[in-house]
């Protein structure tokens, strides 16, 4: 199982939106919409804010939203705020016995 | 809310075995259905699922890891461990217990410890 694809990091103003890319195969992302995307922020507990492509957790804000097209999940930040800045992984099952595949991780800076 | 926080040494010299701990408060592994794991991030790479175990004692394992890694519950301390044998530097990484989404361990994780970095080296 190969890791999914995340661009290395990604920027926006407070107030603007931003969109994070996770790409996979047809064998994870594309063939299962059990993806998946984590908050880390130095120091705290990562964070579960996406689950099944597009489902928030409670207590997430409805500002991140998140899709799948093809063999590509999107999470998408809306209303940036300083607090959104951190590194965003995201995750799918791939089938088989094991848990799934995480992504590299994308640093999200507010600037 | 749960909390959940990682325990151990931070220093373990090669083909030792690494043994971290996760004590889980606000909530009672035996009266919850969920399946609890431990994941890790090496430097510089991507995040890994390890282990998860079930309350009961059932056990999945990531099968390139499964020959070195043993997970175990102690209820009665509402804790959960990760024993991984003849480490070597590429086991080097922070390391995280989760707390899957429901009672099957391919969901993702909605409680996390904030995670315990692990250097393996002599």
């Known amino acids: 199982q190969s890791a999914l694809t995340q661009p290395p990091s990604a920027s926006g103003s407070p107030g603007q939106s931003v969109t994070l890319s996770c790409t996979g195969t047809s064998s994870d992302v594309g063939g299962y919409n059990f993806v998946s995307w984590y908050q880390f922020h130095p120091g705290k507990a990562p964070k579960l804010i996406i689950y099944e492509v597009s489902k928030r957790p409670s207590g997430v804000p409805d500002r991140f939203s998140a899709s799948k097209s093809g063999n590509t999940a999107s999470l998408t930040v809306s209303g940036l705020q300083a607090e959104d800045e951190g590194n965003y992984f995201c995750s799918s099952y791939a089938g088989g016995s094991d848990f799934g595949v995480f992504g590299g991780g994308t640093k999200l800076t507010v600037l | 809310q749960l909390q959940l926080q990682e325990s151990g040494p931070g220093l373990v010299k090669p083909s030792e075995t690494l043994s971290i701990t996760c004590t889980v408060s606000?909530?009672?592994?035996?009266?919850?259905?969920?399946?609890w794991g431990w994941l890790r991030q090496p430097p510089g790479k991507e995040l890994e699922w390890i282990a998860s175990i079930y309350y009961s004692g059932s056990t999945y394992y990531k099968s390139s890891l499964r020959s070195r890694a043993t997970i175990s519950v102690d209820r009665s301390k509402n804790q959960f461990s990760l024993q991984l044998t003849s480490v070597t530097a590429s086991d080097t990484a922070i390391y995280y217990c989760a707390k899957h989404r429901t009672e099957s361990y391919r969901t993702p994780l909605d409680d996390w410890g904030q995670g315990i970095l692990v250097t393996v080296s002599s």
């Open positions: 606000g909530g009672s592994i035996s009266r919850t259905t969920f399946y």
